[in-house]
Nanobody, 115 residues
Framework: QVQLVESGGGLVEPGGSLRLSCAASGSIFSVHAMGWYRQAPGNQRELVAIIRSGGVTNLADSVKGRFTISGDNAKNTVYLQMNSLKPEDTAVYYC?????????WGQGTQVTVSS
């Protein structure tokens, strides 16, 4: 069984920064991808950023230039550095790991951008 634990969400003013972390634990033999998704009220869950095996990263157009995804393979941890936050970034953020067992989701962490 694989468990994901997220941290780092909260309330921040527009223009501010937050850093999300997600650590995976359990019987993991290989990680094929680590990523972050978000879901705002009334919207579908959408991909924010992803790191695939080999280190290739992809970011949603809406966050390019503001968000950075990074990972620590030794710790099975993925980070999302979010800068220049906007009110439209407000959502529940979910981490996702794709391992040898398949996809796994974190419990979600709320990010609210408001003055």
């Amino acid at each position: 069984q694989v468990q994901l634990v997220e941290s780092g969400g909260g309330l921040v003013e527009p223009g501010g920064s937050l850093r999300l972390s997600c650590a995976a634990s359990g019987s993991i033999f290989s990680v094929h991808a680590m990523g972050w998704y978000r879901q705002a009220p009334g919207n579908q869950r959408e991909l924010v950023a992803i790191i695939r095996s080999g280190g290739v990263t992809n970011l949603a157009d809406s966050v390019k230039g503001r968000f950075t995804i990074s990972g620590d393979n030794a710790k099975n941890t993925v980070y999302l550095q979010m800068n220049s936050l906007k009110p439209e970034d407000t959502a529940v953020y979910y981490c996702n790991f794709v391992t040898n067992w398949g996809p796994h989701w974190g419990q979600g962490t709320q990010v609210t951008v408001s003055s």
